[in-house]
């Protein structure tokens, strides 16, 4: 089974704190994705990669930063989180060649304060 | 990626057939139609994918009109456990590594 985990299901962080959220997947996937999800708002895409080291900006990047050192890990970072980040974040990964079936994690919810 | 159309919410009971329709006029030659179902407080699991004609797995089927401007997902003899959201998505394949979620159909099934 392809398996997707991420650091935490909930997160409480004051505004202003740097806040590190991580995502490990299994199955040696090339592409990793992170989005957010939101009540009437659906899921937006915040950053994806395609390789170690690679990073490309989704829809919404803002606020925001990736790193991705290694292929199977995949970290999203608010540099200084604010109130309107508080959501429910969501990691992705897929095949280069399948990129359409993507594979997600349980997500993190997380609450700035 | 072409913009899709699918209905807010649906409701059903248990063992009926349910038919989710989504409008995709502006679908490209090289396009692709996949969908998505996502259970409350889970990410999406993908359900199925398709380009023409009818695709079925052991989920669901895939109906696609010669046209391509729509498809519907068909949930065959649906149960309490088949309530979630589902989301079409449009894009080529496997050349794009984005999708575009839209916000889906609320699908409630009732006993």
């Known amino acids: 089974d392809v398996k997707v985990t991420q650091s935490s299901r909930y997160l409480v962080k004051r505004t202003g704190e740097k806040v590190f959220l991580e995502c490990v997947q299994d199955m040696d996937h090339e592409n990793m994705f992170w989005y957010r999800q939101d009540p009437g708002l659906g899921l937006r895409l915040i950053y994806f990669?395609?390789?170690?080291?690679?990073?490309e900006k989704g829809d919404i990047p803002e606020g925001y930063s990736v790193s991705r050192e290694k292929k199977e890990r995949f970290s999203l970072i608010l540099e200084s989180a604010s109130t309107n980040q508080t959501s429910m974040y969501l990691c992705a990964s897929s095949k280069r060649q399948i990129s359409y079936e993507q594979y997600f994690g349980p997500g993190t919810r997380l609450t700035v304060t | 990626l072409a913009k899709t159309t699918q209905p807010i919410s649906m409701d059903s009971y248990e063992g009926q057939e349910v038919n989710i329709t989504c409008s995709h006029n502006n679908i490209a030659t090289n396009d692709y139609i996949t969908w998505y179902q996502q259970f409350p407080s889970q990410g999406p699991r993908f359900i199925i994918q398709?380009?023409?004609t009818k695709v079925t797995n052991e989920v669901a089927s895939l109906f696609i009109p010669a046209d391509r401007k729509s498809s519907t997902l068909s949930l065959p003899r649906v149960s309490l456990s088949d309530t979630a959201v589902y989301y079409c998505?449009?894009?080529?394949?496997?050349?794009?590594?984005?999708?575009?979620f839209g916000k889906g159909t609320m699908l409630l099934v009732s006993p």
């Open positions: 998505l449009v894009g080529d394949s496997p050349g794009y590594s984005t999708l575009t």
């Open positions: 990669s395609y390789d170690v080291k690679m990073k």
């Open positions: 398709g380009y023409k």
